[in-house]
Structure formats: C-alpha cells, structure tokens
C-alpha cells in the first residue's frame, strides 16, 4: 500500500504538509494545578501538572538542591488501542516515552527557579491514533502553561515520514506508522529553533534527512501557533470573567 | 503475574474431577429444600433451619506468635495468629491511627478444588472485609505509625469462612493484648428462595448463589460482624440479590446469631487467662 | 517525627467537620443540598472509538472514564452456558499525585471486587446470552473504569458510568458457528453495524451512604468523606432490589441506623436508577440524529 495516491494525497485524505485536525481545551479539572485535554485527529490525551511542591516519597533523596526535580508518567488507558492492553503502565514502553517525556519537558521548564521541588506531569492517552508521543508532549505543554510553570518557551513534538522515497509527510497516523515507512519525531522548542529530543525507527538515506527534518520542524511551529491561540484564548476568557483589562472611559486600565 | 519458582508448579490448565461428577446429586440437594413446610425441614446434616453449628474456640495456639486463635464450626476450620506492632514499612508520612495488616489464606488443600499459594482476587477481597470488620474495634489511635499483621489460614473451608476468620482473629487480638473497645463476633446467613438458613455450609451456600429458575426469588448471602456489648456493626457484606424487607429480616437474625456467639468467645479469653495465672502461680508455691 | 503538615491538615479537616456539622442544623449541606440530593450528574455515551461501548460520567468533580471491550474466550468448566464479565479499575495519576506507580491501586481493587460482587447474581446481570458455544466458545466483555478526578463518591459515579457502557456496548453478530474437528468456526456478521444490545435492565448502581454525626447523607463530597464516621455502599435495582451491601469505610454503624440506611439507600437508588435510564434515553437519541457532536473533554 503506498503512503501517497497518484494525486498526491495520503491515506486519510490529507496532502503531505497537512497536519491532523488539533483541538485543545485548557484546564479541565478543578482539582490539579494544571490540565489539559488534547485531540490530534483521533489521538486523544489528557495531561495534568501538580506542583511545584514538596518533594515526596522517593524524590525526596534524588530532588537536587538548585532546581526542580521533574516527575514525568506516561500510561495509556488500556481501552485506548484496538487491542485491549494488559496494563496502563509500567510496561518498557510506557516507561521509555516517561523517560523521553521528561527529556522533552525539562528542556522547556525554568527548573533554576524551583529549587527543592517537583513538579509532576502525568498524562494519560485515553485513544491512541498513532504520534502519541507528540500529543502528549502538546498536551503536557499546554497542562504545564495552564499550571502556570515558569518555561523558556513552549515544547512542541510533531513526527514526520518518508513516502514513495521522496516525499516527506507530516504528522503520522497509526495507518501510517503501521503501513511501514519511517518515521522520525521530533519535540522542539520551535521559536529558537532548538532540537529537544529527535527519535526515529527505521532507514532512509541520510540524504533525505534534512529535508525529512525540516517538515516535521515545520510542523511543530504550526502546532505551536495552534497551540499559542488556545492559550490566547483560554487566559482572554478567564482574564475577562475576572474583569482584567477593562478600560474605564478614560482609557486607563482598571 | 509472579510465580513463585520455588513452589511445585501444578499444570497450567487443568479442571477438577468434581465438574463432570453425575447432575442427579444436585437435584437432590435442590430437592432437600424445596419441601413443602420449609421451617420443619431438617437440613443434610440434621440440622434445623436457623441453627448455628456449634462452636469450639481456643486461644494461644501459636507460640511463636504475640496472639494466636483457633476455631472449628463441624468442618469449618480455622486459625489466627497475630503479631506485634511494628512500624508501617515504606511510609514516609506521619499516620496518625495505626493499621491493621490483615491476610487472608485459603491452605491449598482447604478446599475442593486446589488453592494456588499466591493470594488470588477472592482472597484479596476477604482480607479487605476482615480488615474493616476489625477497624472499628480496635484503639488504632493507640499506636500510630504502627500496624498490627493479622495472618489468617483458612485450614478446611466448608461455608461461612469469612465470618469465622472475623471470630478468630478478633479473638487472637484480644489474647495479643492489642487494645479493643470490644470483642468481635461475626456470622452468616444464607438465603434461598423464601428459605433462611443461618451458617449455611459449603454445599448450602453454593445454592444460595444460584438463582433458582422461579423468578424474583430472593438468593444470595449475607456475613455480620458485631460488637456485642455495645451493638455496633462492624462489617456487613451481602451478595446475591433480595428485598429490603428480606435483608432486614436476615440482619436481625445475624444480629442474634453474632449475640449468641459472644458469650463463647467472651468465656473462652477468661479461660486462658484464668488458665495463665494458676500456671504462673504453680511455681510460686512450690 | 511529626510533621508540621500533618497537623495543619487535621485542623483543616478538623475546621470542615464543624462547618459541615452547623450547616445540617438548617436541614442544608455546605453546598446548599439537601440530605439526600445529588450534585449534577453529565453523561456522554460512546467517546471511545476503540471500545464496543463507552461512557464518560462527571459528577461534579468526580470524573469517570469506561470502555468496554468484547472478546471471545473459553467459558469456565463449571459455567459452561455463560459468558464472562471482568472489572478492572485503573486509578490514574491525573486525580491525585498520590495514585502514581501502585499507590491507587488498594483503592481499585476495593471498588473492582465491589462491582464484581454487585453483578455476581444472575438477577443483576445475566451472563447466558453472552454464551455462542456451550462449554466451547463465549463473549467476555472487559469493563475496564478509569478514574480521572476524585472529586468524593467514585462507588455511585463508578456504578453509572459502568451501567451507562454497558448500555452503549455493542456485542458483534456471530453468524455461524461450526465445529471442524476440534476448533470451532466462528463467522462474525459482515457488516459492522450488525450488532445486538446487552439488557441493562436490572444492573444496579450503587448508593453511598455516608454517615456524619447524626445524619445519613447521600453523595457525598470529598470533604464530607473525610469527616464522615461509616460509609454504607448499597447495590440497588430499578425495581428496589438490594443486589449488594457493603460497609465500606473504618468505622461501624448501629443496627437500627443500618436498617434506616437501607430504606433511605433503596429509595435514592430507585430514582437514581430511573435517572440514568431517562438520561440513556435523550443521549441514545441525541447520538441517532443527524451529526451528533462529540463534546468529550472539550465542552
């Protein structure tokens, strides 16, 4: 099956610069200081962000003593895939992407201006639709911007692949990924253009990588655009309901 | 899931003999109860409808333990012992009550069919009944940051286990001298249609489970634990399906059962404690 | 040691205590409820494509996640004409940072044995229909509860969102069955919407009753848990049938205010039932319409 028909189109209809439809909705529980719900085409994560506090149980040894000890959960509902998981958590795979998560985030976080703390994010994929990894870094981002955690900017993860042996394409479905083809994620912090974390299974000639890279890299500043208006939004409608920037008739900020 | 390599490890798949044993068998047991005057109907092991089997307690069983119990109703077996307070293990937080520890242990050889050596989800549920049974009752606030393991092994099962274990290990807490407010007694009751059995065996509690093909009869079971001198209910569990009026109903005779067995227990500790001081006083005179 | 934060939680639970106890003394709760209301209840049905049937309940700021897979399994030797039904319960991290790793996990097998037993009598659910072959081939249907909030009474918020996916659950056709040799030959319908219905009738939800001073109170919030002296979970049927009880908290109750719970516990399940069946109703209809719209976490 190839990734792309003859008229240039992918799978699922969408052309190869596309990305998959991204809703977002910023804190959805009361009761956590920071959350986050996510959908990336049929990909659906929450994430939710405690802290920063003191540090408990086993971080409290490994906390260290100039910046904040970040404690990062990945588990996946086991109703979330087609077939049904054994065990939300604690399988290799979920503790590689904690791990990757962690590496992702920590990036982002001004963990200088915590220290002797921890912050928590966990997050919890509640349909898996492929890109996974990118969604929760998305969500947590957002989770972690809803919580009100000091960040350097946001951390965005977007994946990309390789079509026909020409074509790069953004934002891989789970029909994509299992088709075959490579696959590269990238989680970046795209206003500076860094490279937090990049991952990718199988081959390609290396000179396809940059402009393999490129794609996936443009994908995140759109997902952060996307993600910066949701933001926008979310504070303009609570800043409102709390009566921020009102202006009285002279003009002067209340 | 964990094995235990250590252990024997029995075939993967494997069914008990006693699946395929001949259906008439248990027709004769529906039979049994269906009689037409169901109060006058004796039960298989001639007992009448709402009489408890009779009941022999003993404390101090285990010497290694700080307080042990041993009960028996016929073929009901089981024993309890209970060890000193230690500290939580893997808390970091201050808890201000203690706790209680409590397992529960089916022997392998206890039931028909083998129990494995792992505590399975049955018995995972148990333990947490026999545990909020037991809260209550004891003065947690007594040693906070402790907690007191109860060990309950369940010899030979043959219905009513779970009210036994509660019996048992109330008894081996009080012969611990873990402070309580008050002894705790327990016991069940199984219903079957119209018909009320109190302390139904294992033979009788696999009918009261089933649902006879009458609809809307009441089925099902139900174990109490009781304080006794100050009527308070410790734990109530009831499965099955029945009506308020039939609950109800069962409760005061549960309450009236777990009364009954009260005094036992009460005169089984005066004993051993009776039986301990002439046993410390013996070297004195001599 | 003692912590300095151990004490300043006693005394703020201890501070919640009294302000729950004064504010019975008018009949009204801290949050303007009576004894016996519940806070509102949202539904949604079908949120999971993955899953034969799901449903997402949010009692206030309790949120409930269920999806309910359907497998084919081999029917246990000594229930050969029924099918199977497992519960499992999965406290995420996301409610409380002290359920990450195995920390929730007392809490989950506490309220997946109470499920269990709630549904143990066939009056509560029947396992026959899910029988495609005696002895040799049966459904099993995963319920698998995920906890995303703890906002105080998970058993009800558990209970409805369970009986809400299960009502949503969609069980596959099977065709044909036929023997070939020693396997057995199993022909799904075609077509995927080819589907049949579970019968939901008489599963039963659970009612907490919690106990605070002199007053049974249902639905209650954290904070009322935490002051609350015994806490009393009754299986109750639409048609007033106790399936189960179970005390579940530390703590011990009087005979005569257990029967009392009972009486209250059987009427609010009567109507909490009839509820939820009404709530079923208007979501199955609001899903058959044209476009229906996902709200899912957005809304």
Redo the contacts between chains.
Sequence with gaps: MDLLSDQGLRLDGRRPDELRNI???MG?????DG?A?L?QG?T?V???V?GPHQP??QA?NRAPHDEAFV?C?Y?M??????E?KNR?R?DRKSQEMSIHLRQALVSAIRTELYPRSQL?I?V?V???DGGNYCACVNAATLALVDAGVGMREYAVACSASLANGEIPLVDISHLEESTGGPNLTVASLPISGQVALMEMSQRFHSDHLPKVLERALEGCKDIHRILDDTVRKHVEETGRASGWGQVDRAGIVL | MPTDNRRIQGPEISTPYCVFGSSTENEDEDGCFKSTDPLSSTRKDGRALLEHRKIYMKTGVVSQAKGSAYIELNNTKVICSVFDPREIPNRVEYSQHGELFCVLKFAPFSCTTRRSHQQDAEEKELSLNLKRALEPAVCRHEFPNFQVDIYVLILESDGGSLAASITCAGLALADAHVPMYDLVTAASLGVAGDVLMKDPSEEEEKLCSQHFERSNLNHGLITVSLMGAHTQITQVWQTGSMTTTCVSESLTHLIQSCEETYPIAQRCLVKSVVDTISKKKVPEQS | MVKSTSYLFFFISFGNFLSVYFIFQNDLRNDGRSKQDYRPIELELDIVTHANGSARVRLANTDILVGVKTEIDVPTSNRPEEGKIEFFVDCSANATPEFEGKGGQDLATEIGNYLGSSFASPLSFDLKPLCILKGVQCWKLYVDILILECGGNLFDAVSLAVKAALYNTMVPRVETVAMDGGNVDLQLSGDPFDCWRLDITNIPCLVTLTKIGEHLIVDPTAEEEECSMASLVVAVTESGRINSLCKTSVGSLHPQTLTDALKVGVEVGVGLNKALNEALGREEKRLQSNKPERFGFLK
């Design positions: 809703r977002c909705k959805v529980f009361n009761q956590a959350s719900y959908e049929n659906k929450l994430a939710t405690y408990r149980g409290r404690n959960q588990s509902a086991v109703f979330s895939t087609g049904r939300p604690g928590d966990f919890e509640l349909q898996a």
